[in-house]
């Protein structure tokens, strides 16, 4: 079946450094790929999507690339600010059938410290 | 993002209980979907409808009981759980009802369940 695999967190760094976020995935056929952003109290909110290989998603600064050679979709981001602190979920929608919902990792908590 | 409402945000509840979480989007959607999210744990799939349909039941036990009586409405009923049934349940909504659809998935805010 499909699996995604994100590193763990919680995750801390300094206003202003460089964020990755490591993502793979297992999953047949050519899945569509997200990064989903959780805000304290509030619910899942989408970041950004590729659907094929070497798409790349991006929004408000944070870029992924679909790697199927490697199977990732690893979140970066240049400059980090403190508001981006949040718990970050790597996603994929399978192509193959089955069930319609997605299939998330565990999540990776940011903290961003000023 | 407010286009989907989940009531009660908290919720406890003793196990010989019965309750209902509620989601309603205000986005037009066609599909909606529970999602269960533990601590330390994946967000897992409960239910999928489509057009008002069950199009999915992810082997989720029956003392969860889902309802969609319109395209803009979906509930859960909950009926003599267990602790380990504690968790912040979420609703979803996406744009098709056709099955096998990529669109986006919107999210609700959650209602956080504890079962004592």
């Known amino acids: 079946g499909n699996s995604v695999t994100q590193m763990e967190g919680p995750v801390t760094l300094s206003e202003e450094a460089f964020l990755t976020i490591n993502c793979t995935y297992t999953?047949?056929?050519?899945?569509?790929l997200f990064w989903y952003v959780q805000y304290p109290g509030e619910g899942l909110q989408l970041l950004l999507k590729a659907t094929k290989a070497d798409d790349k998603g991006s929004n408000k600064g944070f870029e992924a690339t679909y790697r199927k050679e490697t199977t990732s979709f690893h979140l970066e981001k240049g400059s980090v600010q403190v508001s981006d602190s949040a718990v970050y979920f790597c996603a994929l929608f399978g192509s193959g059938g089955g069930a319609d919902g997605l299939t998330f990792g565990k999540g990776t908590h940011l903290i961003i410290q000023p | 993002e407010t286009g989907v409402t989940q009531t009660p945000r908290h919720l406890v509840m003793g196990m010989t209980n019965k309750k209902s979480l509620k989601c309603e989007q205000h986005l037009g959607h066609n599909a909606m979907y529970w999602y269960k999210q533990s601590a330390k744990k994946p967000l897992e799939l409960m239910f999928v409808y489509n057009f008002k349909e069950q199009t999915e039941n992810n082997s989720v036990p029956s003392r969860f009981s889902p309802e969609c009586p319109n395209s803009s409405h979906l509930f859960l009923h909950l009926h003599t759980l267990q602790p380990e049934d504690s968790a912040l349940y979420l609703c979803?909504?996406?744009?098709?009802?056709?099955?096998?659809?990529?669109?986006?998935?919107?999210f609700g805010p959650g209602t956080r369940l504890t079962v004592l």
């Open positions: 999953a047949t056929g050519y899945p569509s």
């Open positions: 979803a909504s996406s744009r098709s009802g056709t099955r096998g659809s990529e669109d986006t998935q919107y």
